[in-house]
């Protein structure tokens, strides 16, 4: 993502002015895990409309901050505008995974374990955060890599170290090469 902070002073802007106010607050004081359940709330306590990608970003800030598996049940609560052509959107399934020793050519990430996370909606390209599988079947928390794969999840486009998700984000925003949906009169994109 562009810049963490550009996108937090943003996303301030979704909440009223007391609220946003409190949040840039969380910020300025290196409290940001406290700030992104404050963020959270607010949208679904104003039942603020948000798009798919602003729903991703929250997803991104969220793993970034290390709270994205406490908030990703309340994001996806939050209140969707339903339009058609948002460009990318979240797809994380906590039970969907992907063995990346037999789904992906690449064989540096074998043995590894890959979850669907974000999808971009134009060309089918799949972020995905990579984990290994701990003792008891659960997954390595934070993940160890983020794989943008290509729409068909049978290579990998790109990697990113596990400090990088707004990085991998970004990428993947900006490595689509297909044009975004155009609405017409009618609202559905063509």
């Not at 540096?108 to 909606?121: D, E, F, K, Q």
């Amino acid at each position: 993502m562009i810049g963490d902070v550009d996108t937090w002073h943003r996303l301030a802007a979704l909440l009223p002015s007391d609220q946003a106010r409190e949040f840039n607050d969380c910020w300025a004081i290196g409290e940001q895990e406290a700030g992104l359940s404050l963020l959270v709330s607010g949208l679904l306590g104003n039942g603020v409309v948000i798009g798919e990608t602003v729903r991703a970003e929250l997803s991104v800030l969220a793993e970034t901050w290390g709270e994205r598996e406490a908030l990703t049940p309340r994001i996806r609560r939050c209140r969707g505008d339903d339009r058609p052509a948002s460009a990318v959107t979240l797809i994380e399934q906590d039970d969907v995974l992907v063995s990346g020793g037999t789904a992906l050519a690449d064989r540096s990430l074998a043995g590894l374990v890959l979850v669907p996370w974000i999808r971009c909606t134009r060309c089918g390209q799949v972020l995905m955060r990579v984990h290994t599988r701990e003792e008891g079947s659960g997954l390595s928390s934070p993940a160890e890599l983020y794989a943008i794969t290509t729409s068909d999840r049978a290579a990998v486009a790109r990697l990113f170290p596990a400090d990088s998700a707004g990085e991998a984000f970004t990428s993947l925003l900006q490595s689509c090469d297909q044009p975004p949906a155009v609405a017409d009169a009618t609202g559905l994109a063509r």
